[in-house]
């Protein structure tokens, strides 16, 4: 009879040990998975979106004529028309020792006089809404630094009029 009670008593440990293991994972995989709300909508951060390269950048408005255009922080704006006569604005780097402009806005009668003045083409050049006039922007590139060249591209597609 003793032997029938351990037997019954060791089949019964057995059991439940059995029953706790097979409890215990499941629970614990509960515990571990995400409770989500069917009902409830989810936000979706869209890591392909795009940033603006030129987000931060100052602005340079001409009121006048109409236009503007961002450049970064790293250039200021010098109004000079001394051996600039057609220049409405000039950009140099704010650094130590910059002393030369990286480049300008200009305005002239029509195309030809660009081209007669400097002898090439300029970066960017269009022609004023008013039907008059022609607008420059151009750079100097450093041939040492592509960047430059790549970092004017991105400054000029900002340009636009500001008015018809």
């Known amino acids: 009879m003793k032997k029938i009670y351990f037997a019954i008593s060791i ?5 439940l040990l059995g029953a706790g293991c097979a409890w215990f994972p499941a629970e614990q995989e509960e515990v571990n998975s ?3 709300n069917v009902n409830e909508e989810i936000p979706s951060a869209n890591v ?26 790293k250039y200021k704006t010098v109004s000079d028309t001394y051996g600039w006569p057609h220049a409405l604005i000039h950009f140099i780097e704010v650094a130590p020792g910059a002393q030369s402009y990286r480049s300008q ?7 030809g006089e660009f081209l007669a003045t400097y002898g090439r083409d300029s970066a960017f050049i269009v022609e004023h809404p008013n039907g008059k006039n022609w607008i420059t922007v151009d750079y100097n590139p450093n041939p ?4 430059v060249a790549e970092e004017w591209e991105l ?7 500001t008015a018809p």
């Not at 392909?48 to 922080?73: C, F, H, L, S, V």
Request: charge should be negative.
């Open 155 to 161: 400054i000029i597609s900002t340009f636009r009029f």
């Open 48 to 73: 392909n979106a795009p940033t603006d390269p030129t987000a931060g950048w100052e602005i340079y408005r001409d009121e006048p004529w109409a236009i503007e255009m961002k450049y970064p922080p």
């Open 11 to 15: 089949l019964a440990v057995l059991t």
């Open 144 to 147: 040492s630094d592509p960047t």
């Open 105 to 111: 806005i200009e305005t002239w009668d029509s195309e």
């Open 34 to 36: 995400p409770r989500v």
